[in-house]
């Protein structure tokens, strides 16, 4: 505390043209010490004169200490506490909806009123499609924990809600007819329940550009493949085009549906046949919005949710 009095006084009463290694060297402290003191009492001095501390990146900055990615470390721990408690609240929050299919108005609210600000304060890279580092975020198996349209009729819409942007994708002209069920999806048109014990999974394998969406029902297995490419409208925006779809039954018989796709590809002139918009994505945690309006939220653990 004596040092810190002593170097202050000095600062003061020296010329605005002193440094605070000039500050250091004439008070003959041991350099690695003063230099942090010293530049923390010059920054402080020169805030209108008072005592506000710079902001722990800022002070980093400041004295050289840390390259530019341990200064980025820093700023993502700060934000890091917030951003845990969000998503432990939004888990608890969809757990027992059995998917979204039980939850209710109220309890979609709160849901979307998460989502969002975790979508706006920590939104992807612009890149996430694009770089092949960033893309790797997005590789491997994840369950599908919540479905639910983005927007609720029973409450009035928030002027804050999102809003696609192009979604029909121009002359692709993709359907964006809204889909209103809760706790289940469409895969490659197909109704499929996604409630209850239901595992449904999305597998990006980007090694060899291809998307799977699998859904495991009473009767068997759903299957539906597919690859993707960026939108050029959304860059985290993934346009789809589904290639495959099978549904092996339990009793050893699989229903191979793929031609049903080719000849919708045929009539309408191009199988890019909806999208998949990827609004936050961390290291266990997944959230996306679709072309018809559904919101998807997947983990990377299977067990994250409560059924």
């Given at each position: 505390k004596d040092e810190i009095k002593r170097l202050t006084a000095h600062i003061r009463?020296?010329?605005?043209r002193?440094?605070?290694?000039?500050?250091c060297d004439k008070m003959k402290y041991n350099p690695s010490t003063t230099k942090i003191i010293a530049a923390l009492l010059f920054s402080a001095v020169q805030l209108n004169d008072a005592f506000n501390?710079?902001?722990?990146?800022a002070f980093a900055k400041l004295v050289g200490g840390g390259n530019k990615a341990e200064q980025q470390g820093i700023a993502k721990i700060s934000s890091s506490p917030l951003l845990e408690s969000q998503k432990k609240e939004l888990l608890e929050t969809i757990s027992f909806t059995k998917n979204g299919k039980d939850a209710s108005p109220q309890t979609q609210a709160r849901v979307l009123s998460l989502v969002r600000e975790i979508e706006q304060t920590y939104p992807p890279s612009e890149n996430l499609l694009s770089d092949p580092k960033e893309i790797q975020k997005l590789d491997g198996v994840w369950y599908l924990q919540y479905t639910s349209p983005s927007d609720i009729e029973e409450i009035s819409a928030d002027e804050d809600a999102w809003k696609p942007k192009e979604a029909a994708e121009g002359e692709i002209n993709i359907d964006t007819k809204r889909y209103e069920a809760k706790g289940s999806i469409q895969a490659a048109g197909i109704p499929v329940d996604t409630s209850g014990n239901r595992v449904t999974t999305q597998s990006f394998d980007i090694a060899q550009g291809i998307l799977i969406n699998e859904s495991k029902q009473d009767f068997?297995?759903?299957?539906?493949?597919?690859t993707y490419r960026q939108s050029d409208n959304v860059p985290n925006r993934a346009v789809v085009t589904f290639l495959t779809a099978d549904i092996a039954?339990?009793?050893?018989?699989?229903?191979?549906?793929?031609?049903?796709?080719?000849i919708r590809a045929f009539l309408k002139g191009t199988g890019e046949v909806g999208w998949l918009?990827?609004?936050?994505i961390g290291e266990d945690m997944r959230i996306g919005r679709?072309?018809?309006?559904?919101?998807?939220?997947l983990t990377k653990d299977a067990d994250a949710v409560k059924p």
């Open positions: 009463t020296h010329s605005e002193e440094t605070p290694t000039s500050v501390f710079p902001s722990i990146p068997g297995t759903v299957t539906i493949t597919g039954l339990n009793i050893g018989i699989t229903l191979k549906l793929g031609f049903l796709l080719a918009e990827t609004t936050y679709g072309n018809k309006g559904t919101l998807f939220i």
